[in-house]
């Protein structure tokens, strides 16, 4: 990505809207990084509980990932899909559009 269509990168006006998307656009980076981990974490020890032992940690390991990643990652994805609008709907209005 450009830093032109990366709505994280840096602004460079002193716009307090541009300011704040980029701050959200950041939280929204790593929300899903946060998210997706966890969820990994729950395939990784699930598939170990599969061909090993299933124990009542290895459950409680990954009832915990998913919860917390879903609680995690459902925000993150939401808030991701409000910045890429604001961005196509700013870059619409002053012409860099279709």
Do not use: C, Q, W
């Not at 980076?29 to 990784?44: D, E, H, P």
């Not at 879903?70 to 002053?94: C, H, N, Q």
């Amino acid at each position: 990505m450009t830093s032109a269509t990366n709505p994280a990168s840096n602004p460079t006006e002193d716009d307090p809207v541009l300011i704040r998307r980029a701050n959200i656009a950041r939280a929204v980076l790593l929300g899903k990084r946060v998210g997706y981990s966890l969820f990994a974490l729950a395939i990784v020890v699930f598939f170990f509980g599969f061909f090993g032992r299933l124990t009542d940690t290895k459950v409680t390991i990954i009832v915990a990932s998913m919860l917390i990643g879903s609680v995690i990652l459902a925000p993150a994805i939401v808030f991701g899909y409000g910045v890429a609008k604001a961005v196509r709907e700013e870059s619409d209005e002053t012409g860099g559009g279709h």
